[in-house]
Structure formats: C-alpha cells, structure tokens
C-alpha cells in the first residue's frame, strides 16, 4: 500500500540554525501539506502546495518558513532560522483533490536546543 | 472562536460499551469532514470521512449535522484497541484543513 515517506525521523538543530525536512508524498497525489504539532498540543496546519505553489498557508507559516518541491518526488519544508517554539512533531500530508482524505506520513520530531 | 471544537475527555470506557464523541465547527462554508485517530506520538490516521447521509464502517458510524454545524462518531462494541485519540478534522475549502484538539478514549478491559 502507498504511503507518505518523511526523514529524518528526529533532527536535533542548535537555535538559529537552517532545518530542512523531507517528505516523499504518495506518487498520484497532487496536493501536499505541512502540519506541526507541538507535544500535548493539537495538529495545526502550515501550508498546503498543489502544482508547484503554495495554495494555502496559515499565520504560523511566516518568513521563515518555506517549502518546495525541489524534483518529481520530494517535498520539503525548510525553517531558515529556528527558534525554540519550533520545537515540535512536522507531519507531511498528501491528497489527490483538495478537499479529499489526506494521508500522513510518520512525522519528524524537531527538538531545537 | 475556534474553528474545530471537541470534548477533551478522556473519555474511559469497558470493553464491548458504546461511546460517542461530538465535534462542533464555526465555519458554516466547510466543504468536507474526517475523523481520524491519533496514537501516541504517532501520525493521525484516516479513521472515516463523514457524508451529510451518515456513513456506517463496521463497529463504526459517523453523522454530519449541517445545520446545527455538528459531527458526531459512534463507536460501537469498543475493543482494548480503539484506545486512542480521535481527531476531528473539517476542510474548509482551497486545501486548508483544521484539526480539534483530540477527545482522547481510554477502553478498559
């Protein structure tokens, strides 16, 4: 069965430092999704992406924050200079229509020391 | 106001009992509606969409209440597995989604 990819599993980042994280999304989808959450806390959207810009993108998803699909498989999510508060679990989600079932992939947990 | 609003719990129930979680959403445009369940420190998992006829899988059934802008998930003959976090999710349109906190059950044997 297709599923959504996501490495690292776990990225330990100094504050102020880049973090890029990776996601292979389900190959026929043609929407992609950031969420985080924060431990305890609920899934907050960031950012949807549908061919090749970003569709929808919600208040946390400021400057810093950017993604891309650098080729036919990947889709990355790139902090530019990481905070504390950024500290928390980065699901990538895919769908075949937008307002479609998304599927999640396994998360990386982001600890910024 | 928030967008998607559930009960918290937890909810703690004995094997093979019923329960039902609500869920409540603000904005009366939302196109589509998911349940999904979460594991610990895991991904949320895509439990059932939800149709404005009311939709049955298995053990499970969802009910979507446009006008009094409501979701609801039954469960029934809970088993030791369906311990989890579910998660109520609305589609409001344009690839955006938003989650509720979670009403987190306990099923104890």
């Known amino acids: 069965e297709p599923e959504v990819t996501q490495t690292p599993s776990h990225q330990v980042t100094q504050m102020g430092q880049e973090v890029i994280l990776r996601c292979v999304p389900i190959?026929?989808?043609?929407?992609f999704y950031w969420y985080r959450q924060i431990l305890g806390q609920k899934v907050e959207f960031l950012v949807s992406?549908?061919?090749?810009?970003?569709?929808?993108k919600s208040e946390i998803f400021d400057d810093q924050f950017s993604v891309e699909r650098p080729d036919g498989s990947n889709f990355t999510l790139k902090i530019r200079s990481t905070k504390l508060e950024d500290s928390a679990m980065y699901f990538c989600a895919s769908s075949v229509l937008e307002n479609n079932e998304q599927f999640f992939g396994p998360g990386t947990r982001l600890t910024v020391l | 106001r928030k967008e998607v609003e559930q009960d918290p719990g937890p909810f703690n129930v004995p094997e093979g009992a019923t329960v039902a979680f609500n869920c409540t959403y603000s904005?009366?445009?939302?196109?589509?509606f998911f349940w999904y369940r979460q594991d610990c420190r895991k991904e949320p998992k895509l439990l059932m969409s939800?149709?404005?006829s009311g939709n049955e899988d298995g053990r499970f059934t969802a009910q979507l209440n446009r006008a009094s802008q409501y979701i609801s998930l039954l469960i029934r003959d809970s088993k030791l597995s369906d311990s989890a976090t579910y998660l109520c999710v609305v589609n409001v349109g344009s690839a955006q989604f938003y989650f509720g906190t979670g009403t987190s059950l306990t099923v104890i044997p």
């Open positions: 992406f549908y061919n090749n810009e970003i569709s929808e």
């Open positions: 190959s026929n989808h043609l929407y």
């Open positions: 904005n009366s445009a939302s196109q589509s």
């Open positions: 939800v149709y404005s």
